[in-house]
C-alpha cells in the first residue's frame, strides 16, 4: 500500500503539467468504478436533467448519462465521457444533453456559460463551487468538505437565486449581505480555529462552511421579503 501511495504521489504533479486530474492520476494506479458500481453507493451520481426541479423530483433525462471520473480537459476545453443509448462520446460542456448534472457523488450542478458548477446552496443567495476548480463533496453526516483547486485556490461562484446570473463570490459580496442582515459581527466571532492537524484544505473546508452556514442564515431573511 505504501509503494502504491508513493506512486501516486509521483504521477500526479507529472499528470499536472499534462492537465489531467487527480481522479485520472487514481485510475492509473486503481480501477476506476463503472457506472453501476458507482450508483451502489452514489444512486444519483452522473445523471442529467432538464430542471433542477426534476433533480429534487429524482426525475433524470432517460437512456443518457456520463461515465465517472471521465472529465479531461485539452486545451482549455473540458469534455465528459457521455453514455447516450448505449454509445459513448467524449462531449464539451458546453453540448451536454442539459443545463443540470450530478457528479460522481450525486451532488446537482448547474451548466452555466459552458462551465459546470457544483450548488452548495439552492436558494434566494444560491452558492457553487466551480467543478474541478476546487472540491466540493457532502459527507454522510450532510457535513460539506472543501478543498483547493491543484492551483491552490478556491473558485468559488454565487448567484441570485439558482437561475440567476452566476458571479464570482468574493469576500465584498458576502460582508455586503452580512452587513445588511446584521450578521457581521457574528460572522466574525464564528471563525474556525486554525489547529495543528489541520491541513491547508482541512482549515479551507471549516472556513467555506462557515459561509454555507451564514449564507443559509441570509437566505432565511431573504426568504421572509
Known sequence: MKNTLFILGLLIPVLSNAQMTREQAKAMVYQTPT?????????????????AADYYADKPLENVDWRPYSYTMLAGTEKLEVINNG??????????????????SGVLM?????????????????YYVQFKNGDAYKANNGQW???????DKFFDF??????????K????VLEKYLETYNL???????????EMKDTVNGYKSKQVNRDVKYIGL????????
Not at 454509445?87 to 460522481?104: G, M, N, Q, R, S
Not at 468538505?145 to 492551483?151: K, R
Open 110 to 126: 448547474r451548466r452555466y456559460n459552458g462551465k459546470l458548477y457544483s450548488v452548495v446552496v439552492d436558494g434566494p443567495l444560491s
Open 145 to 151: 468538505i472543501f478543498g483547493l483547486s491543484s492551483e
Open 218 to 225: 441570509i437566505n432565511e431573511q431573504l426568504a421572509k421579503k
Open 35 to 51: 457506472l453501476e458500481e458507482e450508483r451502489k453507493t452514489h444512486p444519483n451520481a452522473c445523471h442529467f436533467y432538464k430542471t
Open 184 to 194: 457581521s459581527q457574528q460572522y466574525k466571532a464564528d471563525k474556525p480555529k486554525r
Open 169 to 172: 463570490m468574493d469576500d465584498k
Open 87 to 104: 454509445k459513448t462520446d467524449k462531449v464539451k460542456f458546453a453540448e451536454l444533453p442539459a443545463d443540470w448534472v450530478t457528479d460522481e
Open 158 to 167: 454565487y448567484s441570485e437565486t439558482l437561475n440567476g446570473e452566476i458571479k
